[in-house]
């Protein structure tokens, strides 16, 4: 089995790649040129280092990248600065999920598995999530004036539309406020969001979030559980108290 991971350099991509290395997978990371990677993760054998940047790799090499790969795992996001945030690519992860499953649609006859770190901004009409007036005018707003936001509503309405392919199946994780948390704790799975993500947010460890996607890659019956839906993670919080 092999696990390619995108966006493997950033804060929760490296949680990931450390959680299916504990569960001894073989993982491809593609990383910026200019990307400063771990010594665990750069010396570790399990680990297949690709270096690039995803939206400008050509259709070969894209080709390459997912070629022989079970499972493809998205962290990618933008930079927090105003290049990051307003600057182009301002699709990138719309533009590399709809890259990486058309190159999965014409290159691999089994199924793949696809797992985007999506956020709880997004509303998944087709489950009938609803805002409230004042979520839908802020995250209206949002939508028009932060590219990001936009983008990872773009990825996933992408993956909504996908469907249970005969090639791609899928989940999107939608993480509340992202902390940073040295040990994995105890986390809670809901197929919606239990509180506003704008007026009552809850919080997420990356740890977590790594932890919940190596399993969602290398446990068949979670998989079943989730596939195809787009699961919010909260830590859980009497373990916080």
């Known amino acids: 089995m092999r696990v390619l991971v995108i966006g493997a350099s950033g804060a929760t991509g490296a949680h990931v790649v450390r959680q299916l290395i504990k569960r001894q997978t073989r993982t491809r990371i593609l990383i910026r040129e200019t990307a400063v990677l771990s010594n665990d993760l750069q010396e570790n054998p399990l680990v297949e280092i690709v270096k690039g940047n995803i939206n400008d790799l050509g259709n070969s090499e894209l080709s390459d990248l997912v070629r022989d790969c079970h499972v493809v795992i998205s962290c990618l996001g933008h930079n927090v600065s105003f290049k990051g945030m307003f600057l182009k690519p301002h699709l990138l992860v719309y533009d590399a999920i709809k890259r990486i499953s058309e190159k999965i649609k014409e290159n691999e006859s089994r199924k793949v598995k696809l797992i985007l770190m999506s956020t709880t901004g997004y509303t998944n009409s087709v489950n009938r999530e609803k805002n409230s007036l004042g979520e839908k005018i802020i995250l209206s707003s949002l939508k028009l004036l932060l590219p990001p936001h936009r983008d990872n509503v773009k990825a996933a309405n992408y993956l909504l539309t996908v469907g249970q392919d005969e090639q791609i199946e899928w989940v999107a994780v939608r993480p509340d406020t992202l902390i940073n948390e040295e040990k994995e704790s105890a986390y809670d799975l809901c197929?919606?969001?239990?509180?506003?993500?704008?007026?009552?947010?809850?919080?997420?460890?990356?740890?977590?979030?790594?932890?919940?996607?190596?399993?969602?890659?290398?446990?068949?019956?979670?998989?079943?559980?989730?596939?195809?839906?787009?699961?919010?993670?909260y830590n859980n919080e009497m373990e916080d108290s």
């Open 191 to 233: 197929e919606s969001p239990v509180r506003s993500p704008l007026f009552n947010a809850g919080k997420t460890s990356r740890i977590n979030v790594g932890h919940f996607m190596a399993e969602l890659a290398t446990n068949d019956s979670l998989w079943n559980d989730w596939k195809c839906k787009t699961p919010v993670i």
